[in-house]
C-alpha cells in the first residue's frame, strides 16, 4: 500500500499541473485578446485614413466649382464686352476678366497640387485597408489555433482529473479535507518535506517532537510555523 504522504505529493503534482495547463490556456486567450485590441486600432486607423481621402476629394470639388464659377463669369464679362460703350467701362471689365484668368491660374495649380496629395491619401487608405484585411486573416487562423489548443489541454486536463480522483479514493476523509483547505491557501504547496529539520514551505525549524512524531506515526504531521503537512524527505 502506498503511503499517505505519497498519495498527497501525488495529488499535489497533479493539481499544480492543472494549474500549469490552465494558465497557459489563459495566456494563449489573452494572446487572442490583445491581437483583437491590435484589430480595432487598426480599423480605427483605416477608417481615419478613408476620411482623409474623402477631405481632400471635397477639397479638389470646392475647388474645381470655383474655377468653374470664374469660368462662367469670363464669359459673361466677353459678352457684355461686345455692348460696352464706354472706354473706361470696357477697361474696368478688361482687368476683371485678366483678375478671373489670374484667380483661374493658381486654382489650376492648386489643384494638381491637391491631386496629388489625393494620390497619396488614397494610397496610405488602400495600405491601411490591405493591413487591416491581413491582420483580420491572421486573428482567424490564431483563434482557430488556439481554439484547438484550449480544446486539446482541456482533454489532458480531464485525464489528470480522473487520476487524481483515483488518489482521492485513496485517502481518508480528514486527511483530504486538510490537503484541500491548505491547498488553496498554499499556493499549490500544502505538502513539504523536511529537509535536514527545516520546513520545505516556511524553511523554520522543526521541533524534536514534530521530528518525532513523523518518523513514528502515521497520523497527518503539520509544520507548527506554516501548518503545512510535512513528510520526511528520503534524501
Ligand atoms: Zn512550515
Redesign the pocket.
Known amino acids: 500500500m502506498i503511503e499517505k504522504f505519497e498519495v498527497l505529493k501525488r495529488l499535489q503534482s497533479l493539481k499544480n499541473k492543472i494549474n500549469g495547463l490552465e494558465a497557459s490556456q489563459e495566456r494563449r486567450k489573452q494572446d487572442v485578446q490583445k491581437k483583437k485590441v491590435q484589430i480595432e486600432n487598426e480599423k480605427a486607423l483605416a477608417e481615419k485614413k478613408h476620411e482623409a481621402k474623402i477631405a481632400v476629394q471635397k477639397e479638389i470639388d470646392r475647388k474645381e466649382l470655383n474655377l468653374k464659377t470664374n469660368e462662367g463669369e469670363i464669359t459673361k464679362y466677353n459678352v457684355q464686352l461686345n455692348s460696352i460703350k464706354s472706354n473706361k467701362e470696357y477697361s474696368i471689365l478688361v482687368s476683371e476678366i485678366g483678375s478671373k484668368k489670374a484667380d483661374i491660374s493658381v486654382l489650376e495649380d492648386e489643384i494638381l497640387d491637391t491631386m496629388s496629395r489625393l494620390e497619396i491619401a488614397n494610397q496610405e487608405h488602400v495600405k491601411a485597408t490591405e493591413v487591416l484585411r491581413n491582420e483580420e486573416e491572421s486573428l482567424k487562423d490564431l483563434i482557430e489555433s488556439v481554439d484547438a489548443e484550449v480544446k486539446g489541454v482541456d482533454d489532458e486536463i480531464e485525464k489528470i482529473k480522473n487520476e487524481q480522483k483515483k488518489y482521492v479514493d485513496l485517502l481518508d476523509e480528514y486527511s483530504l479535507k486538510h490537503y484541500n483547505r491548505l491547498s488553496n491557501i498554499k499556493g499549490g504547496k500544502a505538502v513539504?518535506p523536511v529537509i535536514g529539520n527545516v520546513?520545505?514551505?516556511?524553511?523554520?525549524n522543526i521541533r524534536a517532537q514534530t521530528l518525532n512524531a513523523l518518523m513514528g506515526g502515521k497520523d497527518l504531521v503539520f509544520?507548527?510555523?506554516?501548518?503545512?503537512i510535512?513528510y520526511l524527505d528520503d534524501k
Open positions: 513539504v520546513c520545505g514551505g516556511c524553511s523554520m509544520c507548527q510555523s506554516c501548518s503545512r510535512l
